[in-house]
């Protein structure tokens, strides 16, 4: 039996069992620089201590997914969260699952991502890698250190589908 998932617009609400959505919208800003720059604060809950782990900055360069596309793995970061910001507006997907010892397939649910947004994944959220809708380059902040921070399940004998 084949279980396709079809992706819904994001929201605060409807992703904060997993993350955050990174945005400006409904925060009021600081003014600094002389007024010539806004600060948006609490935005994202970064988590990257655990065991003694810290924050890190990379780029991911993403290729553009085809759909429908076949989902073969989750994966899932139980030591840190990791925040995806792309570099120009575009719109990306997301597909999740709750915390657990393996994602539960009933569960699995996607989300567009719509352009000026980005995304923040909790500690153990489980997920597929980014899926861009175009060629592009995302600002990734992650959890550097010691310890297992990639747990990854395979899901090739689960014929899950995800449409857009």
Excluded: C
Aim: no cysteine; charged share 25%.
């Amino acid at each position: 039996m084949e279980t396709i998932i079809n992706p819904k617009p994001i929201n605060k609400s409807n992703f904060s069992e997993f993350g955050d959505v990174i945005t400006t919208k409904d925060i009021k800003p600081i003014e600094i620089n002389n007024g010539y720059a806004k600060r948006f604060d609490g935005i994202a809950n970064l988590d990257t201590k655990e065991q003694n782990g810290e924050a890190t900055i990379s780029i991911f360069s993403a290729l553009k997914r085809n759909f429908p596309m076949k989902i073969d793995m989750m994966e899932k970061h139980p030591l840190g969260s990791q925040a995806f910001i792309p570099m120009k507006e575009t719109t990306f997907l997301v597909l999740v699952a709750p915390k657990g010892d393996s994602p539960v397939i009933e569960k699995i649910q996607s989300f567009i991502v719509p352009p000026g947004i980005g995304i923040n994944y909790k500690p153990g959220t489980w997920h597929f890698p980014l899926i861009s809708t175009e060629n592009m380059n995302f600002l990734v902040v992650d959890r550097k250190g010691s310890g297992e921070n990639l747990v990854i399940e395979n899901l090739e004998e689960k014929k899950i589908v995800l449409k857009y």
